[in-house]
């Protein structure tokens, strides 16, 4: 006699940075996801982008996604921003709000890219202080990604997964971990992925990212136009493994690809979150990685 009974499937572990394109698609299929990534600052005013934002959260939870804190920064934190971003917040009630490990302007002046900070004692206590008030100042607990490096400073002091678990030890703030980011880093910089991975506590990795690069005269570069390449699979392995409770998010960010073929690449990501045969972090060192980070 067959069994009637029905097993409960599991519960998505990945999810995707919505950009405005792939909004319809969203909507329309209603993939099985755990979580849909915005950027804040996009959906800081009214009318169509509030509209859709409204549509995905009563269907997702959200994350807010930010590029424009400047955590890192001398100038004082902004304060209209800081009010936009809380209006923000009430209103979408997100699972987390995250931004950058870097700064964004200086001396009022702001650029368009996320410049690294010095990873010394004295950024850490300046980057603390400025992540306690954003805190504060949301009422919840804050996530901070680390970037892809293309230099090092030379009097730097504190290697990167160091001076991120050192800041959420002092803050209380969470990471959200870019696989990706690792991966170029390592690459370009010269030092161990799995290292940096297994360096991080996972009780305060509370997201992750996955994204594609170019590599462009000998330099890795973080442009999320590309699929998820192979090597940074193979250290999501060893991510998915360590920080078994943090969902995933996979970005493209330009050069969009059809909605269907992010999908899959989410697919992908959420089996590796779910898969019970993820192999040991010895064996990923010995077979997997070793062979891309040398090539």
């Known amino acids: ?13 990945a999810g995707l940075g919505l950009r405005t394109p792939h909004g319809p698609a969203l909507l329309t299929q209603h993939p099985a ?3 849909v990534e915005v950027h804040s600052e996009n959906y800081f005013g009214g009318g169509a982008p509030r509209a859709l934002l409204a549509q995905v959260r009563a ?28 209006r ?28 690294p900070l010095p990873y010394t004692e004295e950024a850490l206590d300046h980057l603390a202080g400025r992540v306690e008030l954003v805190q504060h100042r949301l009422g919840r607990r804050l996530l901070v990604e680390n970037l892809s490096a293309y230099l090092r400073y030379p009097h730097e002091t504190i290697a990167e997964a160091e001076f991120l678990t050192a800041l959420a030890a002092r803050t209380g703030c969470g990471v959200l971990l870019d696989v990706n980011n690792v991966y170029v880093s390592s690459r370009n910089l010269g030092f161990d992925p799995i290292d940096y991975v297994t360096t991080i506590p996972p009780a305060i990795v509370l997201e992750m990212h996955l994204a594609g690069h ?16 192979e090597p940074v699979w193979a250290l999501f ?3 998915a493994r360590r920080f078994r409770t943090a969902p995933v998010i996979v970005e493209w960010d330009s050069d969009l690809p059809p909605f269907a073929t992010l999908l899959a690449d989410v697919r992908r ?25 040398t090539r």
């Open 88 to 115: 923000l917040a009430a209103a979408v009630e997100p699972a987390v709000v995250s931004d950058h490990l870097c700064f964004t302007s200086f001396g009022g002046r702001h650029t368009h890219d996320l410049l």
């Open 33 to 35: 996801l755990a979580l």
């Open 1 to 13: 006699m067959l069994s009637t009974t029905h097993q409960t499937p599991p519960s998505p572990r």
């Open 237 to 239: 392995q060893l991510a």
């Open 59 to 86: 269907d997702y939870p959200v994350s807010l996604h930010g590029v424009g804190l400047s955590l890192g920064g001398v100038d004082p934190l902004d304060e209209r921003y800081l009010d936009e971003l809380a």
């Open 214 to 229: 170019l590599e462009r005269d000998g330099l890795l570069v973080d442009t999320h136009s590309r699929p998820v390449g």
């Open 269 to 293: 990501a959420d089996l590796t979150m779910t898969s019970a045969s993820v192999p040991s972090p010895s064996t990923l060192r010995a077979e997997t990685l070793h062979a891309a980070i």
